[in-house]
């Protein structure tokens, strides 16, 4: 059963224009989301993250939005550049429980046509 | 600045063989993960250690073994590979839990296991 889901594998943006990257969870006890982006033949790297006391956080051009009620968080990327055509991971966690380990989705490619 | 390294990076095994994968943190890191990721299952998490001399189960931990003998390393035990067990290795490290966001888990390049 999944319970972090990232439903579209893959998605293509123009250079300059917003990104969005979705992902669902369906575990009510995840409290704790985070992003990582890896590039091929690489290990993930670190993004951004997000607690559930708070429904926005901003990294530069990188943004995460957290909707509890709907179990859905979003990345935003502005203004999208080449070098973020990678595969991005959404993970989340449920520390207020005691489970600190990682669940993650499936991943989406997201290229960025220059 | 190394971060994690694992070794090998690349490795191809008969049904049956036993091998090690090796871990190595230079950061000074009290956990240590080790995940396997397959083609539309994302990562999964298969051992883990929270310090040294410490182990525990993850989502997968069946047909692995670990050891965390020494704080820096952590190490990943096929002792009868099958090819179900053919996949990218990663192990992370980090500092504390992953709910320390300026803690973030760090991970290796990965280790490409085929099982024949």
């Known amino acids: 059963d999944q319970q972090v889901k990232q439903n579209s594998p893959s998605l293509s943006v123009q250079e300059g224009r917003i990104s969005i990257l979705n992902c669902d969870y369906t575990?009510?006890?995840?409290?704790?989301f985070l992003w990582y982006k890896k590039y091929p033949a690489e290990g993930p790297t670190f993004l951004i993250s997000?607690?559930?006391?708070?429904d926005k956080n901003e990294d530069g051009r990188f943004t995460v939005f957290l909707n509890k009620s709907a179990k859905h968080l979003s990345l935003h990327i502005v203004p999208s550049q080449p070098g973020d055509s990678a595969v991005y991971f959404c993970a989340a966690s449920a520390p207020r429980v005691g489970n600190e380990k990682l669940t993650f989705g499936t991943g989406t490619r997201l290229t960025i046509i220059p | 600045n190394a971060g994690v390294t694992q070794t090998p990076k690349f490795r191809v095994l008969k049904t049956g063989q036993s091998m090690t994968l090796l871990c190595a943190q230079d950061?000074?890191?009290?956990?240590m993960y080790w995940y396997r990721q397959d083609p539309g299952m994302g990562l999964r998490l298969i051992h883990y250690s929270v310090g040294e001399g410490t182990t525990a189960k993850g989502e997968v931990p069946d047909g692995y073994n670990v050891s965390r003998l020494k704080k820096q390393n952590f190490l990943l035990g096929l002792e009868s590979a099958a090819p179900s067990q053919t996949s990218v290795y990663f192990c992370a490290s980090s500092f504390g839990p992953s709910s320390y966001s300026n803690q973030p888990q760090h991970f290796g390049d990965g280790t490409r296991l085929s099982i024949l």
């Open positions: 997000i607690s559930s006391i708070k």
């Open positions: 950061m000074n890191h009290e956990y």
């Open positions: 575990n009510s006890m995840f409290d704790y």
